[in-house]
């Protein structure tokens, strides 16, 4: 891909997987109801993340916070890559960005001015939250602690998405958005470090995007899935925030009829996005869109490498329109429509299936702050708005529940995968989670993201039991997860798995319990 100025119909010219995807944030602590305490109590358990590693891909960290130091005022955090500081002394293996060693953070926290000499911050907060959920150090005085106060830290600060990957993607120019390629590279700087110093690591992925078939079958997807086969290494991943957001549409196509309508309302907010459509072989789907106004761009057959302008008489609105027979990491049809200066109104899609047989399709709107609330589905399905990488089938995918009461947050995504694969696995706490925040204080935070960082402790517990203390030396993700799901609570008349709730709700003590038994 070219790196000046993009224009839309590079994807075509190039196949659609060559450009990373857009990802967003997943969060916009309560020990007691995931058996944490209980477990902690005991003597002979007492996990609390001695030697074992904790990362975390993110906006960074607060590395100042008292949450991430010692009693002695020393940091827990081993090292931080900041991808967004071009002008420091890079990683060997990672030629961009900065690395601060704990050596020059504990100097920097000795000295008057530390951002003078480590100059890396959260801007944001979401890193600093979730890891501070996950691990951050126990604070009586504002009744605070981490899952694992006593884990150390691995931490990579993301740079946001490139101007030329934000103009290929339709994405609003003032979003906070971060690119698939540099998420990867941020989880292989942990394992690099986990490597060298041969400790057990857990890796929290509070990120996720729209876009994709959400089928697992995705560069990222496929890559964690392999991660999590590994000794000594665990994911858990958030389920995103889209479950009541109305941006998931499935439609069914019947034999005869071979078409099927949906609807979408459009508001002026939303100047450039994207929509994407996914079928399922041996589908041939065709596409007609019809604006507010009436205009039509007619029928748009599925093709090998083309891309396709539409503009309209009576109104500004411009259309792009990709319709790949075949995208290369799935082999499936794909359907991408992206918008620009799109009218204000109700716009029409007619999908047609060339084949005359029973089918179906899927189609998303992108997730989070990339797309207003008032832009939608006018009758949207909640399943399947589980973003990636949660898709991916090894990992552990984690959706958020209300710790108070018991209920599921109703925003967070749900299940199963496009290809029917079982996710979420387990809920986890979500709700008003208290968490370090980049003023030096503490505050609340809720949604998935929060739910998979507080998951990512447990898995730090686990992590201890089997490495540490040589219970199970060769233990992996998928191993952990298998464990995490046989331990869950469950409600009684309630049939497991399902879309919204996985296996049930994260229990360690439960994990115990049956090993025990």
């Given at each position: 891909?070219?790196?000046?100025?993009?224009?839309?119909?590079?994807?075509?010219?190039?196949?659609?997987?060559?450009?990373?995807?857009?990802?967003?944030?997943?969060?916009?602590?309560?020990?007691?109801?995931?058996?944490?305490?209980?477990?902690?109590?005991?003597?002979?358990l007492a996990f609390f993340g001695r030697d074992v590693l904790l990362g975390f891909v993110d906006t960074g960290i607060d590395y100042r916070h008292k949450a991430f130091q010692y009693n002695d005022g020393s940091s827990?955090?081993?090292?931080?890559?900041?991808?967004?500081?071009?002008?420091?002394?890079?990683?060997?293996?990672?030629?961009?960005?900065t690395e601060y060693t704990r050596e020059q953070i504990n100097q920097a926290l000795k000295s008057d001015d530390p951002l003078a000499r480590v100059p890396t911050n959260d801007e944001n907060g979401h890193?600093?939250?979730?890891?501070?959920?996950?691990?951050?150090?126990?604070?009586?005085?504002?009744?605070?602690?981490?899952?694992?106060?006593?884990?150390?830290?691995?931490v990579v600060k993301l740079k946001q998405a490139k101007q030329n990957l934000r103009e290929i993607a339709f994405v609003p120019e003032d979003a906070i958005c971060y690119q698939e390629s540099d998420l990867i590279f941020g989880i292989e700087y942990i394992l690099s470090v986990a490597q060298?110093?041969?400790?057990?690591?857990?890796?929290?992925?509070?990120?996720?995007?729209?876009?994709?078939?959400?089928?697992?079958?995705?560069?990222?997807?496929?890559?964690?899935?392999?991660?999590?086969?590994?000794?000594?290494?665990?994911?858990?991943?958030?389920?995103?925030?889209?479950?009541n957001a109305q941006r998931h549409y499935y439609g069914r196509i019947d034999a005869g009829?071979?078409?099927?309508?949906?609807?979408?309302?459009?508001?002026?907010?939303?100047?450039?996005?994207?929509?994407?459509?996914?079928?399922?072989?041996?589908?041939?789907?065709?596409?007609?869109?019809?604006?507010?106004?009436?205009?039509?761009?007619?029928?748009?057959?599925?093709?090998?490498?083309?891309?396709?302008?539409?503009?309209?008489?009576?109104?500004?609105?411009?259309v792009f329109v990709n319709n790949f027979i075949i995208e290369e990491e799935t082999g499936d049809q794909m359907i991408l429509v992206r918008f620009?200066?799109?009218?204000?109104?109700?716009?029409?899609?007619?999908?047609?299936?060339?084949?005359?047989?029973?089918?179906?399709?899927?189609?998303?709107?992108?997730?989070?702050?990339?797309?207003?609330?008032?832009?939608?589905?006018?009758?949207?399905?909640?399943?399947?708005?589980?973003?990636?990488?949660?898709?991916?089938?090894?990992?552990?995918?984690?959706?958020a529940y209300n710790q108070l009461d018991d209920s599921i947050?109703?925003?967070?995504?749900?299940?199963?995968?496009?290809s029917n694969t079982i996710k979420p696995d387990f809920a986890a706490p979500g709700f008003r989670l208290t968490c370090a925040t980049i003023n030096g204080g503490y505050g609340e935070v809720t949604g998935s993201g929060s739910a998979a960082a507080y998951a990512a402790g447990i898995v730090a517990m686990l992590l201890e039991w089997g490495v540490v203390r040589g219970n199970y030396p060769a233990i992996t993700g998928m191993d952990i997860s298998r464990?995490?799901?046989?331990?869950?609570?469950?409600?009684?008349?309630?049939?497991?798995?399902?879309?919204?709730?996985?296996?049930?709700?994260?229990?360690?003590?439960?994990?115990f319990m049956k090993l025990r038994i």
């Open positions: 891909m070219s790196s000046e100025k993009a224009t839309p119909c590079e994807i075509g010219v190039y196949p659609y997987h060559v450009f990373p995807s857009i990802l967003t944030l997943a969060s916009n602590i309560d020990l007691e109801k995931t058996g944490v305490s209980k477990v902690q109590k005991n003597p002979n827990r955090i081993v090292s931080i890559w900041d991808q967004t500081i071009q002008n420091g002394i890079s990683s060997e293996k990672f030629p961009y960005g890193g600093t939250a979730v890891a501070s959920i996950a691990a951050g150090s126990e604070d009586l005085e504002h009744s605070f602690r981490g899952v694992v106060p006593e884990a150390e830290l691995i060298m110093l041969k400790r057990p690591v857990a890796i929290c992925i509070a990120l996720g995007t729209s876009q994709g078939g959400h089928d697992g079958r995705g560069a990222t997807s496929s890559y964690l899935s392999f991660l999590s086969q590994r000794p000594k290494t665990g994911i858990t991943i958030a389920v995103g925030n889209e479950g009829t071979n078409t099927s309508d949906f609807e979408m309302i459009v508001n002026s907010k939303d100047k450039k996005f994207a929509l994407e459509i996914w079928a399922y072989a041996p589908s041939r789907l065709t596409l007609d869109i019809i604006t507010p106004t009436g205009e039509s761009t007619r029928e748009i057959f599925a093709q090998f490498n083309a891309c396709r302008k539409f503009s309209f008489i009576y109104q500004s609105s411009v620009e200066n799109p009218l204000e109104g109700i716009w029409h899609f007619r999908v047609r299936n060339v084949e005359n047989m029973v089918s179906s399709f899927h189609a998303w709107l992108p997730a989070d702050n990339l797309i207003s609330n008032e832009t939608f589905f006018l009758k949207s399905n909640p399943d399947t708005t589980l973003t990636s990488p949660g898709t991916a089938v090894n990992p552990m995918t984690v959706t947050l109703i925003k967070s995504g749900r299940g199963y995968t496009r464990l995490l799901i046989r331990g869950a609570d469950r409600e009684e008349g309630m049939m497991y798995p399902n879309t919204i709730w996985g296996y049930g709700k994260i229990n360690i003590d439960g994990v």
